[in-house]
């Protein structure tokens, strides 16, 4: 499956930003979709995923209650809604598919990642 993250840009502390994740493949209902980020000179971290089927999503404790992860299986699309955005968010994102899922980031499909920037 190829990942095509979308949505990165530059914001406020405060703001609210939405990714987009693309997938290509039939197979995209069959996948956990997890969200990454990496800031410059860090690991890249856990964001948050979503399951394959009945929305389960689980979350990172620096994101939970301002992020939210949902997918479109007809479109074979994930989004990852960022509210009260931080400095700290700051970051490149990820979007990745695996069958099991998790929190490590050793999931076997990722996207090209998109550029989150905030500003204090």
């Known amino acids: 499956v190829q990942l095509q993250a979308s949505g990165g840009g530059l914001v406020r502390a405060g703001d609210s930003l939405r990714l987009a994740c693309a997938a290509s493949g039939r197979t995209f209902s069959s996948y956990v979709m997890g969200w990454f980020r990496q800031a410059p000179g860090k690991e890249r971290e856990f964001v948050g995923a979503?399951?394959?089927?009945?929305?389960?999503?689980y979350y990172a404790d620096s994101v939970k209650g301002r992020f939210t992860i949902s997918r479109d299986n007809a479109e074979s699309t994930v989004y990852l809604q960022m509210n009260s955005l931080k400095p700290e968010d700051t970051a490149v994102y990820y979007c990745?598919?695996?069958?099991?899922?998790?929190?490590?980031?050793?999931?076997?499909?990722w996207g090209q990642g998109t550029l989150v920037t905030v500003s204090s």
């Open positions: 979503i399951r394959q089927i009945g929305g389960l999503t």
């Open positions: 990745a598919a695996d069958s099991l899922g998790g929190r490590r980031p050793n999931y076997a499909y």
